[in-house]
Structure formats: C-alpha cells, structure tokens
C-alpha cells in the first residue's frame, strides 16, 4: 500500500461532540469532516466500529461481532428524518461534558429504535420494505446469526454463550428453529437496527471521502469469545465443544513490560488443518476483510505480528508464562488475498517486540509500519522512533495512540525523570516547558514518514485525564469525548500552516 504524503487525527466515533451523551454520525461527524479540511487533514483514524457491551466495558477492541456496527453510531435526529418515522418521539438531550454516558446513549437510542422499527411496519412504503429485505438478504452470512446472538443474550441475560443450554450453545437446530420463532420480533428489530447503521454510515463515509477525508479504521485481529462470531464460527476457534471452553487463549509471553506477560483470553484461530491453510478460516477473514472494506479506505491490523507467529496459552492457566508460539499463515494467508481482492490496503500494528520475521512479512506487502514519539526518547539513540532515524517513507508516525497517555500527559508527569525531560527539550529545541504539545506536533510534521497522525487530545494540548485508554486497568476507558466547539476552525489554522509547510497539504484551495 502506498501513502500519500498528508496528515490526519485520530479521533473515535464515540469521542465527538453531540447530544446523546456520545458521538454519533449525526451533524457532528460531518462537522468534524469540514473541520479536518479546514485543517489541511487526508486522514480520519477511527477505531473499530462493531457493537460494544457493558459486559465488556463498552471496548471497541471487545466487540459483540466482527461484521455488525455499534448502534451507538446512530443519530436519533437523522433517523426521525426518515418519512416512516411518523409518531412523536421525546427529544431527550444530556449536558455537554468531556466523558460519554454509553447507558443513557444505549438507552435512548434502543427507545428510538423500536419506536422508529414500529412506525417502519405500519407506515414504511413496499420499495422502503423491499430495501430493508434487501439488505438482510445481502448481509444475511452474518446478520442472521448476529441478530439471534443478540435476542439470545438478551433472553438468558448473558452474552457468554458458553453458559447457555447447551443445545443453544452448540446450535442444535431445532432448538435454534424454535428460539428464532420465539424471538422473532426482536430478532427483527436488531436486524433493523443494522439496517439502520449501514445507511447512515454510508451516507458519512460518502461526505468524508467527497471532502477528500479517507477513513482510517481497525481490526483486532481476535476475536472476543463473548461475541456472535465465536457462538456462529467456533470450528474456525480453538474452542472444545465437549467441555464448552476456550482450549487455547492468546496473549503475549512474559517481557520488558510484565514479568508474567498478558493473558487476553480471546480463542486462537485453528489455521491449520493437516499442515495445510485452513480454508474455512481463511474463507472467514477474507469476507471479515472485504466487509470492513465497504466502511473505511484503510484497515489497521491490530497486532500484526499475530499473523506471522502467535503466542497460544493452554485454558485454565493463571498468567501467559506457560504459552508457546506457534506458526502463523502470514505470507500465503497475504499474497493469497491480494491474489483474489487486489490491493491490500493495510497498516499494519507494528509495536513491542518485532522480529526479524515480523518485519519481513510487513515489507513484503509493503505495508506502513507505525511510529509512536512516545517511545522514541529512552536511553537507545539508535531508536528507531527517533525523528532522525525515521529513514522509511512508508510508514505512520504518531505523538501517541489511544493506548498512550495524551502528549501533554506523559511529558509533564511529575514522575518523569528530569534528565529525560532535559534530553527531550534539548533534541526539540526548546527553551521552556510550555506548548511542548505543540512543538513534538511540529516535529512529527517534519519527519519522513508519508503519513502523520495526531490524537485530538494532542491538538488541543489536553493532560493525562482526557486519554482514551490505559491498558491494564478496566474502570473509566474509552469514555472520553470532545465538548462542542473545542475542536475548531481557529485550532484548525495553525494545523493547515504546519501541512503546508511540510508538504502535508493535499490540495490548495486557499479560500477554505
């Protein structure tokens, strides 16, 4: 894959501005479009976009289906718009404030979703009808099963499909034949919901790219064992069906980082069957793959690495120090797919500890790698996330991720010791500690790198407790948001002068 020379920001769905407690693709999201080209932004990086769950702490890297989109997306004013949607519907709004509430998100939008479901039966016209019947017609090699997982878990008040009547969980079909008729309409409302998404994100994605704004999305590269594809898709898992349990789990082995690695509990792909690619896997991951495709212009691959060699932690073990590596398809799985899609436009998530391997299997492809500042300015001077030694166009460079701390966050930690804060100021040049955020912006836009991308937070100079993430912990992830008005066009000046500067700038209208 092959980057233009530009810039973009990272900035998730959930974290826009709005008026259901959290972004949706409502007027904010084409608000944010105009504004990154005010800013003289090609990229918008979101996260992945399936449903999320309370159960799993609303983790966008936890999602109940690989395939569905989060109905948290969806704007309630846009779907009152539709001409079905007759009956008077309580407009509900909550404060403006920097952190989402998913509960009375989902809950007011659910409400708007049934009503709105009930006046599309009674008042929908038979091309609106035809439309949506379409639509679960195209969509049903996961829709089905999504929509019956969901009515599912809502019936036994659990998504961990393991604990259900074991008939259910081994979908046996007469018991599946008699739950979809038991569930029917809620079946149908869910499946509904969806229908829902697909229209209003592709009337955004059309807006975006219209504006010359290309979508940067993710995909994890497991899936969570709580979710519609490890119920409908077991036999591409490692999962023993006798016993209902995970037989290996994945994770990463002991490191720098943890003394007894990380154990993520997410089932390992059986890619493999008798040494050759298991096709029904491969079949899985490539309609994972193209489905995603119709969402976004580039997917990143969360660790990326998992597709050269993964680390597999037999069931029941209590940290990943007893794991073993085993072999991944990575080169047939890749040049098999470019062979049948074409171009693989890919990013791939090249952090932590890449082998010789893992790097070879990344350039093959030619895929960007990604460079994060944050890690560039330890005691190593040969590191390779050093501005300097950036020496590869083809990659993405980064002040931080969702999983770091914000810019401003880490450098003005009271814990960070002064001799490193003294050889960060030194390599920027800097005089003073103020707008250190601005200053490493500055210098990401000088470097090599085709591509570079900056979190909102970094942009608008925000401290530690406005960050997305913090791997590790579980309470209070993932809820942060912009405020209306933060993100705007007086931020945006000094950002189009820096990609102008820097040959960022993709095109030149200067009346913009």
Known sequence: MKLKRSAGVLLHITSLPGKQACGSLGDEAYEFVDLLKKGGFSYWQILPIGPVSPAMQWSPYSSLSSFAGNELFINVDYLKKEKWFVSDFIKEEVTDDHFADFFWSRDYIRRAIIQSYNDFIFHGTDDDKREFNSFCKKQDFWLDDYSLFMALAHEFNSFNWLEWDKRIALREGEFLSFYKVKLEKRIDIIKYSQFVFFRQWEKFKNYANSQGISIIGDIPIYVSMDSADAWSMSSILEIDKENLRPTYVAGVPPDYFSETGQLWGNPVYKWYIDDKLNEETYSWWKKRICHNLQFVDVIRIDHFRGFESFWKVKYGEKTAINGHWEKAPGEEFFYRLKDEIGDLPFIAEDLGVITPEVKALRDSFELPGMKILQFAFGSDDKNDYLPHNIDNRNCLVYTGTHDNDTINGWFY????????????????????????????????????????????????????????????????????????????????????RLAKLFSRLQWSDENI
């Open 413 to 496: 930690d009271p814990l960070f010791p002064e001799e490193d804060r003294a050889k960060v100021m030194e390599y920027l040049a800097m005089k003073e500690w103020s707008d250190f955020h601005k200053r490493i912006i500055r210098e990401a836009y000088a470097t090599l790198a085709d591509l570079v991308v900056i979190p909102a937070q970094d942009i608008l100079g925000y401290g530690r407790e406005f960050r997305m993430n913090t791997p590790g912990t579980i309470e209070g992830n993932w809820k942060w948001k912009l405020t209306s008005g933060a993100f705007n066009e007086d931020l945006m000046k000094p950002m189009r």
